[in-house]
């Protein structure tokens, strides 16, 4: 047996909040989304990443997640973020530097506290 893939649900208090980031800012693409219910339910997709967008502003309060992508072209994603939504890059690693534990990495916070690090092993 294997498992084959980590499926993180990210809550938000407004779900614009995160398509912003994951949408508009990093390329995810919405494969469904359901604004019908008592928590509007979003899943977002790119290359083989899933993550499902969950509003609920309970749990936006309560879990205010870490997530690291890891690319094979930090430079890449570093301009894509840099020219729709420089804005978002995180105070503390605004640049893409160089980590003891070798990954170039840089970071993205968005309004609901919700902290993407993306990193590429060297």
Request: glycine share 4%; with cysteine.
């Amino acid at each position: 047996m294997q498992f084959t893939k980590l499926i993180p649900n990210v809550f938000y208090s407004d779900m614009k909040v995160g398509l912003q980031l994951f949408v508009d800012t990093l390329g995810f693409v919405v494969a469904y989304r359901d604004d019908r219910g008592e928590q509007p339910f979003c899943i977002v997709k790119r290359d083989n990443l899933v993550i499902h967008l969950i509003e609920s502003l309970e749990w936006a309060i309560k879990d205010r997640p870490e997530i690291r992508l890891e690319t094979d072209n930090i430079q890449e994603a570093y301009e894509l973020v840099k020219k729709s939504h420089p804005e978002l890059l995180h105070p503390n690693s605004p640049e893409i530097k160089l980590q003891p534990w070798g990954a170039l990495e840089f970071a993205l916070r968005d309004q609901e506290d919700v902290c993407i690090i993306v990193q590429q092993p060297v």
